[in-house]
Each structure stands twice: as C-alpha cells, then as structure tokens.
C-alpha cells in the first residue's frame, strides 16, 4: 500500500467487535459507502458536518477484541434473520466482513487469565498497534461497544478499564458508548489527564433517555412540576440477558437518572426497569410514565412507547463518534470531548443536559474542526 | 382610587370571558396571588423573569366579552366539579369571580344584528375603554381566548377580527390564543401596522403540539427519517363540540401540521384527528404515532398519550402571555412579538420552531425587557 | 387423477386472488402442509377439531378471480420484502404459488363492461366450474377476500354480489370475509334460501374488533359503564388505500360498531378512524381508547394498542373458515352458518356477541360435525 | 331492636376496616342504599341476580378490626380529597360512617404481642360475636381487605390466618379478598372442613388481572402463541407501600402469573413490576405488553394501559362477595366457593380461568342461590 493512501485510511478498533452493534457498524458502514442505502441516523452526513474535515466512511478500518468466537459474516446473518440488518445485506458486503472479522483479537481476561493487570494492558496495546500497522493507518480510535459490566467494587481495574489503558498505551483516542467504567477508574485519571489524547463517553443515548432528554427540558421549561417518571424496558438480544444482572441495570440506571436529575433540577418518584426478553431479540420497547402537576394542582399524565432496534439507533451513532474523535485526534484536541455531549446519557464533564442545546454545542465543535490554525492540520501521531 | 394606585393597575379583557380558559385565568390568578397554590405551570413566575418589570399578578383585573350569560362563579363551580378547579377555590376566590363577571360585555354580532361592522368595532372598542376608564388601568391586553371559529371564508370580517380591530382601536395590544383569524385579516394589516401596538399569536401550544415541537427537533437532530406522524386528540368541554365542526378543525390542524413541516423539512404522512367526546369533560388525551426510519431503513415507532386538562394548561400561558405583552407595551415594543413563538402552534413573523429555540429566544427577550433605556421607561399610552 | 383421490381434493376460490390476504393463504397452506411451520393462528388445528372430518390443508386446491396481473409468486416476494411472509418461503413455495396462479381468471366488470349483470354471474359460475371440474374436485367453497368496496346505493348488484350470485349458481358454498354486501343483497335473499347451500360471513374479526369481542363483555359483566369508546386505525396496503374512501370506511365501521353495541347494550359515545398510511405496509396499528365510570362515578381509562399485520391475522382465519364451510356443505348443513359468528364482526343470524360464547358455539358446532347420522355421510353435490 | 327486624340485617366484618377499600366499602353502601349513586360496578345488582336472596344493600351493617386509628369519617374525606370518592359524600353519609367506626376494634398482634395465638385468635373472634350480638344479626361474613402480608415462612400462622381462624371460631363465612394466606395456611385446613360454613378468595381481580383473564383466553381460542407478557403497575396510596416489600410483591405476583399460566397453558416469557408511586395517591396504572407469533411466526404486539382506582374497582366486588356468601351461608352452603372465581386472581378449587366461563359459573350459581328447596330457606345459624 502507497504511503499516500495509508495517509487516508483511519481504524476504528471496537471493544465487543463480535456483538450485535459493532457487526451493524461494520456491515452499515461498507453498505452506506457503497451507496446501498442513505445514511438515516448519521448526524455527521447532515449538511452541518460538511467540510470538517471527518474521515469518509471509505476510509474506515475496522478491527477490535472480543471473548467470542462466531465470526461476522455469520453474526450478520443471524442479524439479518432478526430483522435488524436488511435481507441480503450480509452478502453484499461479505468482503467487509470477512476482513474486519480477520483483524478481531480474542479479548479477556479469561476468571483464571495468569497476567496481571499490566501484561493486559500491553497485550491489548499491542494488539491495537500491530492493526495499525498492518493497515498502514494515519491513526485509530478504540470504542467501547462491549455488554455492560456490573458496577465495578473495589479498586481492581474491571475489563473495561483494562481496554481503555490498553488505548492509550497504544496512542488511540478513545471512546466509551457503554455505562461500563472505562476510563472513569480513578487510577486511570492521571494516564488519561497525561496522554494528551482526546476521549469521550460515556453511555450512548439511543431511545428512552434520548426522548427524556428532550422531555425533560420541556417540563422544566414550562414550569410543570413532575412528581413521578417511571420506565420500563423491554428487550432481548445479549444487552437483555446481561442487563438481567441488577448490577449491570443498577450502571445502566444512573445514565438515565442523571438526565432527568439535570433536566428537572430534582429526582422525581419513580423507577426504572430493564427486563430481558428474550422473545423481543433485539428489538426494544420502553414504556414511560411522567406523572405531572400543571396549574392550580391538576394533574396531568404523559406517556411515551418507545420501540426501536437498539444495534440500528447505536450503530450510526458509533459511526459518528468514531469519525468526530478520529478528526478531533487530528485536529490536536485533547482530553475530554465535553461536545460531543450530544450522544451520550452521562456525559463527560460539565455539558448542558437538554438535547438541544447539546445539539448547538455539537455544531459548533463542527466549526471549530472546520477552522485553519494550530489545531488544524493533519498530524501523524507517532505509534497510532 | 388614587392615581399612584391606579397606575400600578392593568387590565387583561378575554374575548370569550365566561369560558373554561378564562375562568380558569380569573380563578388561577386570584389563587395564586393570594398564596393558596404555586404558579406552576407560570413561566413568568420562573427565575428568568424576575426583574423584568412584569405587572404582578395582583395587579392584573379582568373583563371581557362573552354571549354566554352563566356567570363566573358559577361556571367556577361547574369547573370543580368536573375536576378542573380545586375543590373549594371557587368559594375562596369568590370576590375576584363577582367582580370579574360585572366587567363582563355581551359579545356579538348575532346572526341578525343590524350593525355595519364598523359599528361593532367601535362599539367593543367602546366597552374596552370604558373598562380602562372605570378601573383606573394603567393599560390593558386584549386576549382572545374564544372558542375556534370556522376558517373564515369571503372578504367578511369574522368575529375573532372584529374583536382584534376593537383593541387596536382602543389602543390596546392584543393576543389571539386561539386558531381564530384574529388580525391575520388582510383588510387589518395596514391598521395592525401603523397601531404601534405589540401583538402576539396565533393558537396557544399547550398539548399534542407542545410535544411535538420537542419530538420533531429530536428526530431531525438525529437524522432519522419520519415517515408518517398520524394524531387522535379526544376531548369533550366547548373546545371538543366547536372542533367537531370540520372547519373548526381545518383551523387548528393547519397549525399543528405546520410544526411537524417546520422541525422536519417537511411534512410527513399522517392525519390529525379532533373527536368531540363529551364523556371526556374539559379533560383531553391525544394519542400520537410516529413511523421513522432508522440506521439501514429499520423501522421504528414512537408513541405518546398526552392526557390533560386543557384550561389548566392554557391559562398560565394565558397569564405570561398577557404579562409579558403589557410589559412590552409599556417598554415600547411594537408590531409582532416574534418572541413569544415559544407560546404558539403558529408564531407570527420569523421564529424558531423547536421548543429549545424559543425558549431561548424568550429569556432574550425577559433580559431585554429588564433593560434600561429609550423602550424601557413606563410610560402612559393615552386611550388605554 | 384417479377417482379415489378427486373425492379427496377440494377448491378453495378466492375473490381477490392477488391480494395480500389470498397470497398469504396459498403460501401458508402450502408451507404448514409441507411442516414448514406450525399451523400458528389456526383453530381448527387445535385438538377441540380433530376427527371433524375437515378437508386435510394438502387436499386444498386453490384458484380464483382478481383484476389485477401481479402474479402470485412475485406478490409474495412483495410480502415477504415487507415482513409479512418470511424471506425464504416464496422460493420453498413456488410450485403451490404458481399452480394457483394458473386457476386465477380475471374479476370484474370493468367500469365499461357491455354484459349485463346475469351474463357476468354467468361467466363467474362457469369460471368456478370449470376449476372444480379441471381438477376433478369432490367441492369447492368462494371465499371473498378483496379490498372492501364502497357501501351500496340503489338497486344494482355491487360487484361482490355478483360473485356471491356465481357461487351460488355454480353450486358452491359462500363465506364473505370482507364488509361488502356480497349475499347480504335483497336481491338475492331467495336465491339464497331455496339454493340449499351453506354460507357464512361478514368481515373477518381481525384486531381492533377481535379485541373489542372480549373487552366489551368484560365491561358488561363487571357492570362497570362504559361512557365512550373511541378507536383509530392506521394501516397501509390496499386495506388502507380502499379504507381512505369514506364509503368503504363506513361499511366497514358498521361492523366494529355493532360489536360495542351488541356486547354493551347500548352505543358509547366515540368514533373510529381508519387512516391510510402507506409507510405501515401491510402493518396495522388500531388504538382504542375507552372511558368507562366505577363505583361511585369514578372515571376510569383503558386504553389498548394493536399492533399487527392483517394479512397474518386473517390468512389463517381464511382456511379455517374454507376448511369449515366445506366440510359443513359435505354433512349437509345449509343456510347460514351462524356458529361461525367466532370469526366475523357482523356475523349472519342471532348468534351470541361476546368471543367466549361464540368459541363455545364454534367448538359445538364441531361436535356436530364429528357425528355420524343423517348430515354426517359425505355427499358428492352435483355440479360443484 | 325487635326480634323481626334483627333477623333482616347482617353484618360484613372488615379486617382492614379503615382502609382506602373498606372506607370505600362503607360509605358505598350507603350512598348506592340511599339512591344518591347508580351501583355502577355491582355485579349483584344486575338483572342477573334479582330475586335470589341477597340481602339488600341497606340491610348491611358494618364493623371490622383495623390497627390504625385514623377514624372512617376522617378517612372519607381523605379519600375525597383524591378524588377516590366524590366530594361531598362524606358528608352525605357521615351517620353510616360513624356508626360503622364504632364497631371498629384494635388488630394485631403488635409485634410484642404476650398472647399466643390461640388467645389472639379467641379474641378476634369473641370481637366479631359481639358485633353480631349487640347489631342483632341475622350472621356476618369477615372479610379481609387489609394490605398485602409478605409471603409466610415457616409455621406460625400469620396475622391473616389468626383473623381467618377466628371468622370460623365465630361461625362466620370468609371471604379473602387479598393474596395474603388466610385459610390457606396448613394448620388450617382441617378446621376449614369441619367448619360448615362457606368461604371464598383469594386475592380480588380488579384491574391488570382482570384484563389478562379475558385477553388470554383470546390468545388460546385464536391460536395465536404468546411469547412474553410483561407487565409494569405504578400505584401510590397504602398498597403501594405495601407492594414495595418484595415478598408481598411476590405473593401478589403469584396470582397474577396463575392466570397466564391457566388461560395460556404455558407461562410465557417477561415479569411483572410493581411500583409504589406515592404521587398517584389512590390511582393506578397497569401497562402490559404482550408479544405474540401469527401466522408463519409473524411477530404482533398488543399492550394495554388500565388507569383505574383500586378502590373504587374493589369496593363494589367487595359488596358483592359479601352479600353472595351471606346468602350462601343462608342457603346452606359449605366449603369453598368455587363459583365466585369471577372474582378472583387465585381462586379456589378447580373454576375455570377465563373469565366468560367465570361469569357462566356465577350465574348458575345465583340460579341454585334463587331455588327453593333443602338448602334454601333461611336458617339461623348459632353463634352468628
């Protein structure tokens, strides 16, 4: 490969590289390249993010860890049986698939793994840099899109925080889609703070805290006085059965409790549920029910039904994120990626709370990468 | 009355002042001015607005025109009784309903009413002033808060315009809280725009529309496509048995359609239906359905029950709206308030039409009210 | 074809021959024969209709009459791009789906048609005897599964009572799963008694009516009052396209509204909406919203959503009802067929209102048709 | 009292007497006995049922064991004020009301209780005779409508059992309107038998359950196979709190998953929340959702939302139960009563599960109730 069109092709390296959303990432992505379908779901093809400089989807290298072994080609399938991918994707994109399944790495570690943390995390580092490597990539981003792990106790680093160490190591901005810690460990604070790589997370906003982002600014911004928001999920796939694990939920939970704290200035009454159901696969369906006060005490009631395919509302979104932080690592953004507020349920940092204001803020990061400047240039980081 | 008291006093005239809206209003404001309820659902009574100069919800004295004769207090009772009111507030703000009710004018024309329109102007114009003289008021907003009329069709002059013509005559601003034409006449533009008087409209944004001006920013900010966004709006009260006339409904839909065109660039499949449900009282439920595309084509449904009360939901804004125009008449505001699209289906003038937006543009406008300088002084509007 | 096996094959012919529901009919029978997938939503293949003497699904033979030339294989490619029949089933069930398409010959008339109406019976008949004839059938039944047409004014025969009258002609029993008039002409009326055939109908009970058929007598029982029963319905395919006339709306509401009136005893205030809205497909979604006192006038709200596809609800209520006529018109059973009132919303004669009862009824009328006796022997009919 | 008079009335003794139901129950009574309201949701003052002995609404005297002292009065107009009962009617019916507070005596046992049970159990029932004794009462039924008791563990009777022990130490019929044990308790059993005297429960079916035991025969009947059913109910007021304890959620939780488990032959996929929401104060929402395969594994989903007020829905049946078992006592019977599961999540003996055939049963029941005959004339019974 010529050092010019390496210059151009960028990887994206997916923690859970095997699971339902990074299979709908890679696959959407070579079909919305290909111009098999529009790029639905995808801020960064809006008009807004012309010219920023984002790499294209073309340019785009996938790879990743992950514990399983069914390869992609065949997950697309089993996707594709469930109604998540489109007929007869899985074979028009079968090269795709087949080349980023051949740059997956077995992740971990294994319950008896004998490395300790650190041989881990130069394991996985080295992973990530051999992909670079071997593509002849400008740079990578590492993403999180792995199931939710139980909240962390004690001070070991939980695998999340292992992968994230393991992308700084190897030079990589990264980004954290899942409640998961991640790089939220506080032994990873002063890594993080000293990589001078840009990072973002944390939880992706896909469906009922996407819509209790716009609601509760709505309530608030009108004076409504909400005394109870109570939620169920409903959803099957593998984020049902992981979810099923309270610890998991309880990570889950309080994403979607801070929206509303935020939003409301207050926690209102209620609780949130996530149950696996199998039967649904991976389709999801969340039910809300916001008891509220209008004037002089009357009570009032709205409820939402919210049914959705989880890995298609992720994917685009990963996609966006991936291009965002690979262009901001370009650009000589550092640390915290406070802007990109906008996709996630517990955002880094002190960013606004109602989606549209968080919108503003994203566009506005678009300007900014649009700029000439100091921070403008394209730079080669050295080892990514 | 001495004078420095009476240029503290100012009047709000509803057209339709013996409705659930008004009485409502009359009601409302009476209670929460003397401190038995919170003003919630009072966007002027938030943290944003304080300063500005607003008249105090003391100060506000109420009249109006109507062609119903049933009194205030006692449709505060019937209002009670279904659930709209608190029960026993009727009775603790009792004073303030008789005396609401005596400055209360028949309303008009009938079917057979000799006068020419011009008659009927200066006649109401007539009622108006005298209400300002009688009352010692500072100034006066006129607030139409009537039942829909049918779209007007021909040259006439419809009721609702007759009622808007009155109060520029009488040199007071005005707000239309209802679809009804109001000053969208063509033969009032020219007397609309030499007045010198502010004015808002058109059609309060209390309910289905509420939502979906949150909704559709939401949808276009992520990129998913709508594909159709079909309504059931149940309702009993006057509103249901008005909007149960096709006209009526043509009036009020075409404003909801509006903001679903304006947030998504168009305007998807779908029908809006208002069924009068007489069972339902003064209580509403809308039901909304949205069809949208994600990621790859998937299909996806949001769905909202709204269940309210509308006259609770309308008279708060019915009382920012008639504080924040008597302000700005006082601050020297003319012409269309452009600002207050946060309260509209179908804002006048170039507005935003996501929620979040206007909310914005409304604090602007609160911190330009708090303002000193040439449009900041009281100052005494001779006639009104 | 031997004799032997001719007395065991019988003719299911279907008015709307290349309509979603008939092509889901013929490729469902064909793939539950072949073991291909459970028998799901069948009723007479659950144990209380074993040993009845019902047509095997493999002895049926499937033709028809349509107006349109989409042929069969390539409609249930349609459907199966649309959800509706599974990817994979057309290419397993090609060879059924083309043989039926070979016994489809053209519906009318046409808007222009020179024959008068007893010529076009006249041509119906004889296209229906000669399918039973080609393929030495022991019987045949005509089973109206076409788009609803608008409700008949003045004397003429609409188009579905000309196919009824060539059921009747041609000798074969006549079931009516659609709202149009087909047998429910004055007009035919004698022709109907003194033909000796049995017949069942109107309007399949699908969803919204289906759930109204338990919910109704539940109120009922429980002697809770219902005040207003309000419903929307949105829907694409042809359903919804044919239902966006008002003339075919109100046909087909007359039905659901009989239903509330016969369960409740007495008709609620509300309306229903049928809403065409092509981006659903062949999916429908009904919303019903139903406000009902307690004890003491307590005001309570239930509200249910349907979510499902007609062509799947239907399809096996279609060979149901073929299975069960046909071997009805075998024992000699004439005349209506009122215990077959499970499966229609307006069902024919005095039959119960409530599901529970009709299900009763329906599993005695199988009884009936277990026992030897007069009405027990097959029959072999002449001319059909 | 003379002696003619004191053989028509009878007494319904409350365990829970001062509860939101019973409170309900009481002044109920009285206001449908004084004509003010129609019996909306008494299945006993249907048609159905005239004629078959049922002591009339006015000839029931009320007492009960509770061990809370907020008096009923008190408790009426707390329930007014939310909108449970109308306002005004505690008023309306203050006499009743008091009268049956006087007839209220201390629960128990208070955790430091010195008794053992048997003395607890001597004294709840010396307690009940003497509210039969100093009314003059023909007999009384005990009823438990107190909140939910977690799940019993180990051997020691629970409270309700002690209250159900003592019901049948009194003579008294019982009915046991909640999931706690009652006379489900082993150590109970012989006594039962050997008692004479009817009895029914357990657990009241009022709203979600209601639903489900007429939606699920609908799915069984169809054919169609449910996947999961998965339900969320947000209540506020003393069951709310009470169901927040996950062992009595769990016993409550039992009745509800019988009613799939009977109607559906199967239980499906999904769970059942409850949530305590204290902000809907005596009002009660119950969202289910149900995912069903059609025809060909068609994926459907049907959900339901049942906004009621659980006291209002229990009184009515309450009164019912009460009245039918007196007569039933009257008329001779013993043992359960198996014909009253219309009313019941988990009821006794081997009664149909869905609630058509519930009715069926009921109904035959007051047919046998109507009949002259050994078991029908009225008979004193000793002791009660």
Redesign the interface.
């Known amino acids: 490969m010529s050092a010019s069109l390496s210059r151009n092709r960028v990887g994206v390296w997916l923690i859970g590289a095997r699971g339902s959303v990074a299979t709908?990432v890679v696959a959407?992505c070579a079909?919305v390249a290909a111009g098999l379908?529009?790029?639905?779901?995808?801020?960064t093809?809006?008009p807004q993010f012309a010219d920023c400089g984002l790499p294209p989807l073309g340019s785009l290298v996938f790879g990743g860890h992950d514990v399983v072994d069914c390869q992609l080609p065949k997950r697309a399938e089993q996707l594709a049986?469930g109604?998540?991918?489109?007929?007869g994707?899985p074979a028009a994109v079968a090269g795709e698939l087949v080349a980023a399944d051949a740059e997956i790495r077995p992740g971990g570690p294994a319950p008896a793994d004998p490395r300790d943390p650190d041989e881990v995390i130069a394991d996985f580092a080295a992973d990530i840099m051999g992909f670079v490597r071997r593509n002849g990539l400008a740079r990578a981003v590492v993403v999180n899109v792995s199931s939710t792990e139980p909240t962390a106790t004690g001070d070991a680093l939980p695998p999340s925080s292992l992968y994230a160490a393991a992308a700084l190591r190897a030079g990589c901005p990264y980004v954290n889609f899942t409640p998961s810690t991640g790089l939220h460990h506080p032994a990873l604070a002063g890594t993080a703070a000293s990589s001078g790589l840009p990072y973002a997370g944390r939880d992706g906003k896909t469906g009922q805290t996407?819509?209790r982002s716009?609601?509760g600014?709505?309530f608030a911004?009108?004076?409504?006085?909400v005394?109870?928001w109570?939620g169920?999920n409903?959803l099957g796939g593998g984020d049902g059965a992981a979810l099923a694990d309270p610890a998991a939920a309880a990570a889950k939970n309080a994403g979607k409790e801070r929206v509303l704290a935020d939003t409301l200035g207050g926690t209102?009454?209620?609780?949130v549920?996530i149950?696996d159901?199998?039967?649904?696969g991976d389709w999801k369906?969340a039910?809300d029910?916001v008891?509220f006060?209008?004037?002089?005490?009357?009570r009032?009631?709205?409820?939402?039904?919210?049914?959705?395919?989880d890995s298609?509302?992720a994917?685009?979104l990963v996609l966006d994120l991936a291009r965002l932080t690979l262009r901001a690592h370009e650009a000589g953004h550092t640390g915290p990626l406070t802007d990109l507020a906008?996709y996630f349920k517990d955002p880094l940092g002190d960013a606004p709370s109602?989606?549209?204001?968080q919108?503003t803020a994203l566009t506005r990061f678009a300007e900014r990468l649009r700029e000439p400047g100091p921070a403008g240039g394209p730079t080669e980081v050295p080892g990514c």
């Open positions: 709908t959407g079909a379908h529009p790029p639905t779901g995808m801020v093809e809006t049986a109604g998540v991918l489109p007929h994707l996407l819509l716009v609601l600014p709505m911004q009108r004076a409504l006085a005394r109870a109570s169920t409903l209102p009454q209620g609780e549920h149950d159901v199998p039967a649904l369906t039910w029910h008891a006060d209008g004037f002089l005490g009357t009032m009631v709205l409820q939402t039904i919210w049914q959705g395919c298609a509302l994917a685009p906008f109602s989606l549209g204001d919108y």
